[in-house]
């Protein structure tokens, strides 16, 4: 309890007396309490006009089950969080980030930011999803190493994506034949069937999706992180987006399967 020493005045003669002063005072505390929190709220209110948070957003995805299965509802409560609707569109690999560059979508629902960084108007979201693991998928009658890679003989299947990605790790070293498919599900079941012999394929923890083809050979060749994806016209959005993804993404991890 502070005190402090008033001086009144009385016949001209300055008599000193002390009376205690209670800075708890709860009259007080409770007006710069209600002041501080107007405040606030007419910050926030500021704020929020400020965003001008759109209505609907679309999102373009790969057909690949962690996209699918565990990716694509992390975004949508995130979106949902922030009042706004999110629609998806299921795409050929190659022609998401063209698109979302383009405005013609408003970015990509996860995506490897080795491809995103050669697209200068596309911004990586946080926070990281899951590393994106490129493996050479092989039939177990072949052998099956990087060196398959740098061989001109041979013949590799895979995406217009996952060549952007083989090609920025590999460059000119890169030897193999491509053939390229819109579909990346659909590669293990072209070596499955014996019709190509090799193939790119990317998987993430705790994808099974390559356990039912046991005939294939997985030899993993590199990794890199993947984020949500946004088209620089929502720069503004990021710190809010990316909070809203991070409650998301742990309220997820806390459910039980």
Do not use: W
Not at 9 to 21: G, I, S, T, W, Y
Not at 58 to 70: C, E, K, L, M, R
Not at 160 to 189: H, Q
């Amino acid at each position: 309890m502070s005190v402090s020493t008033l001086i009144f005045f009385a016949k001209n003669r300055a008599v000193p007396v002390k009376v205690e002063l209670r800075f708890y005072n709860i009259a007080f505390f409770r007006f710069y309490r209600s002041l501080f929190l107007c405040i606030c709220l007419n910050t926030s209110s500021v704020e929020a006009q400020e965003l001008n948070l759109p209505e609907t957003m679309t999102f373009s995805y790969v057909n690949h089950p962690v996209i699918i299965n565990h990716v694509v509802p992390i975004v949508r409560k995130a979106y949902k969080r922030l009042g706004i609707k999110v629609e998806f569109i299921l795409q050929p690999s190659a022609r998401n980030l063209r698109q979302a560059s383009a405005g013609v979508t408003d970015g990509d629902t996860a995506y490897s930011d080795m491809l995103v960084r050669s697209y200068p108007n596309l911004m990586l979201v946080g926070p990281e999803f899951f590393e994106s693991v490129f493996v050479l998928l092989c039939h177990r009658s072949e052998i099956c190493n990087e060196e398959v890679l740098f061989d001109a003989e041979k013949m590799l299947v895979l995406t217009d994506a996952s060549r952007s990605g083989v090609e920025t790790k590999f460059g000119d070293r890169l030897e193999i034949k491509t053939y390229s498919i819109n579909s990346l599900s659909r590669i293990p079941r072209l070596l499955d069937g014996r019709r190509l012999k090799y193939g790119i394929y990317v998987t993430a923890q705790g994808d099974t999706s390559l356990a039912d083809f046991p005939d294939l050979t997985v030899v993993e060749l590199f990794r890199t992180k993947t984020f949500h994806v946004l088209n620089n016209k929502y720069s503004n959005l990021v710190p809010i987006v990316s909070e809203a993804l991070e409650y998301a993404l742990k309220e997820s991890s806390a459910t039980p399967e």
